[in-house]
């Protein structure tokens, strides 16, 4: 429903009494990964036009600050929003209190950004794909949406993973170094960020996940690009069956392939990312035509996310609603789009 209510709760046998306000009934998805799902709406090709119009009251917007944790949590150590939930806008989508508005809807990246004038110290507020993903979905479903980012750049699965997953992959030993170091998790231990930034939100009665990671497991050679199949199966497996408030344990998991200037495998990794649709209930969305050289965030970070959000709503329509679509449309618009840039 699009109506909001309030819930007022209190606890029994007390007279103190809390309230919730403006709360929506719909779906929540989680947004999970590496830097490509932390690169923000001010990064995306027609970011201007998206931020404009990114007033949405059925739009609800949460981000789990950058934490680590050798112990799991309860709740999260911080989220990015200082309000917890926040309705989608310009202001929420650009992380306006953190500073003035226009400086984070400004495009930049990551602190490894090859263009100086680019870098800051954190990709910015809020995910282009987690974004448009969700506005997708509200349009074709006429649910609200909420939106929970937990991302960290630079960041393999073996952090993601809870100790159980892991150790069903132990053939091939865990990932120690980083494509994009972040100083304060480099020496931090496998299952670092699934104890800080997952494990809290496993109580959300979830829809769905968007995970867009791989690239810091692709380089470290082919035998741990090969056991990215078990691994990421794993995380799925686990996820599932720890999201408890889910029906069966069978949330929708929609995994984002590498792009052209992600994958340093040679392709081992995104066939590893192919296999998890042998799970039920997984899609794989492909993102190798979306090749941006020119992007001032490194040709890895290609800025046409809208494409990107697009197919994995549609993975998500198809699997979490059971509602399929035509893909010739996006086939005609991308292979335009591709002929107009390379001529």
Same mark, same amino acid.
């Given at each position: 429903?699009?109506?909001?209510?309030?819930? @007022?709760?209190? =606890?029994?046998? !007390? #007279? &103190?009494?809390?309230?919730?306000?403006?709360?929506?009934?719909?779906? %929540?998805? *989680?947004?999970?990964?590496?830097?490509?799902?932390?690169?923000?709406?001010?990064?995306?090709?027609?970011?201007?036009?998206?931020?404009?119009?990114?007033?949405?009251?059925?739009?609800?917007?949460?981000?789990?600050?950058?934490?680590?944790?050798?112990?799991?949590?309860?709740?999260?150590?911080?989220?990015?929003?200082?309000?917890?939930?926040?309705?989608?806008?310009?202001?929420?989508?650009?992380?306006?209190?953190?500073?003035?508005?226009?400086?984070?809807?400004?495009?930049?990246?990551?602190?490894?950004?090859?263009?100086?004038?680019?870098?800051?110290?954190?990709?910015?507020?809020?995910?282009?794909?987690?974004?448009?993903?969700?506005?997708?979905?509200?349009?074709?479903?006429?649910?609200?949406?909420?939106?929970?980012?937990?991302?960290?750049?630079? @960041?393999?699965? =073996?952090?993601? !993973? #809870? &100790?159980?997953?892991?150790?069903?992959?132990?053939?091939?030993?865990? %990932?120690? *170094?980083?494509?994009?170091?972040?100083?304060?998790?480099?020496?931090?231990?496998?299952?670092?960020?699934?104890?800080?930034?997952?494990?809290?939100?496993?109580?959300?009665?979830?829809?769905?996940?968007?995970?867009?990671?791989?690239?810091?497991?692709?380089?470290?050679?082919?035998?741990?690009?090969?056991?990215?199949?078990?691994?990421?199966?794993?995380?799925?497996?686990?996820?599932?069956?720890?999201?408890?408030?889910?029906?069966?344990?069978?949330?929708?998991?929609?995994?984002?392939?590498?792009?052209?200037?992600?994958?340093?495998?040679?392709?081992?990794?995104?066939?590893?990312?192919?296999?998890?649709?042998?799970?039920?209930?997984?899609?794989?969305?492909?993102?190798?035509?979306?090749?941006?050289?020119?992007?001032?965030?490194?040709?890895?970070?290609?800025?046409?996310?809208?494409?990107?959000?697009?197919?994995?709503?549609?993975?998500?329509?198809?699997?979490?609603?059971?509602?399929?679509?035509?893909?010739?449309?996006?086939?005609?618009?991308?292979?335009?789009?591709?002929?107009?840039?390379?001529?």
């Amino acid at each position: 429903s699009f109506t909001p209510f309030d819930v @007022t709760l209190s =606890e029994e046998g !007390s #007279s &103190e009494e809390l309230t919730l306000s403006n709360l929506l009934a719909g779906d %929540v998805w *989680v947004c999970s990964g590496q830097s490509n799902m932390e690169f923000s709406v001010a990064e995306m090709f027609e970011s201007e036009s998206v931020i404009a119009e990114a007033e949405h009251a059925g739009l609800r917007l949460f981000a789990a600050q950058k934490n680590s944790s050798s112990t799991e949590l309860d709740d999260l150590i911080d989220s990015q929003y200082h309000e917890g939930w926040v309705e989608a806008s310009p202001a929420t989508v650009c992380g306006s209190e953190y500073g003035e508005q226009a400086s984070f809807c400004q495009p930049h990246c990551g602190p490894y950004s090859p263009v100086a004038s680019f870098k800051r110290n954190t990709w910015g507020y809020f995910s282009a794909v987690c974004f448009v993903h969700g506005l997708e979905l509200l349009k074709a479903t006429g649910r609200p949406q909420g939106l929970l980012e937990t991302s960290w750049g630079g @960041t393999p699965i =073996e952090r993601w !993973s #809870s &100790e159980s997953a892991l150790a069903r992959c132990s053939s091939v030993n865990s %990932v120690q *170094v980083q494509d994009e170091p972040e100083p304060a998790i480099e020496s931090a231990a496998s299952g670092n960020l699934w104890a800080s930034m997952v494990v809290p939100l496993l109580p959300i009665p979830v829809r769905g996940v968007v995970w867009y990671q791989g690239e810091a497991n692709s380089g470290h050679g082919l035998d741990k690009a090969n056991n990215y199949a078990c691994q990421l199966q794993a995380m799925i497996e686990d996820w599932r069956a720890r999201f408890k408030n889910h029906p069966a344990g069978n949330l929708t998991f929609v995994t984002v392939q590498l792009a052209a200037a992600g994958d340093s495998s040679g392709g081992v990794l995104r066939l590893a990312q192919q296999a998890s649709t042998v799970l039920n209930g997984t899609g794989v969305v492909v993102a190798t035509d979306l090749y941006d050289k020119d992007s001032p965030c490194g040709a890895v970070h290609i800025r046409n996310k809208t494409a990107v959000a697009q197919r994995a709503a549609k993975a998500s329509l198809a699997l979490a609603f059971g509602k399929t679509q035509s893909h010739r449309s996006e086939e005609r618009r991308v292979g335009k789009e591709c002929r107009s840039r390379w001529s």
